[in-house]
């Protein structure tokens, strides 16, 4: 068994049943012209964690552990987007629509696709997904179910939207969940610390927290 310095306690773990989950680390999120960008965002705090989420991922993979990559998006005719998604608010391009980088949360599209430095390497599954939640309209659970992975480590983005979701609907499935803190970013750093805190209080309510620096030295000696 392996162990990562945590909060609110140790994070216990088995390295046979433990992956890491990197959230929509997408230039839709992260790139001006993209659909972060569309709802009024400043997107340059994304950029900022891609040295961390890098170095979590370079962890998993030095240690020979799966990481699984999640990107939010649509299929052309929009037809797993519900208008209730499609036609909220009043952002300067709705999904669908042509911007700088493509078809906006479009799968295919340049600015739909993971960041270059983050590109999934082959052999590693990606999960394309409606929802803000990567259990939603997938086959996230049967997948984890046929690896035997019981522990998840996230990262990704945003904090309070689709990696929380996430989180919270892997919780409830019976997962062991532990956020990568300098690894998730939000438009809203309040955001992020109130997501944090809420996270692990009563106990470990929803799951745990730690730097990526403690992650990867759990990961070291497992
Ligand atoms: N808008 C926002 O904060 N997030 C999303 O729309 N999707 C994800 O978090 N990936």
Known sequence: MGSI???????SFDRKSIA???????RDFAMPGGFGESLGNDVS???AIVPAVRALIDAFRAAGLPVIHTMECHRPDLS???PAK???????LRIGDKGPMGRILIAGEHGTAILDELAPMVGEIVIEKPGKGAFYATPLGEILKQMGIRQLVFAGVTTEVCVQTTMREANDRGYDCILAEDATESYFPEFKAATIAMIRAQGAIVGWTAPVSAIAEGLTHA
């Open 45 to 47: 705090r994304i950029t």
């Open 5 to 11: 310095v945590a909060e609110p306690f140790a994070f």
């Open 86 to 92: 499609l036609n909220r608010g009043t952002p300067s």
């Open 20 to 26: 890491l989950i990197v959230i929509d680390m997408q």
């Open 80 to 82: 797993d987007c519900p």
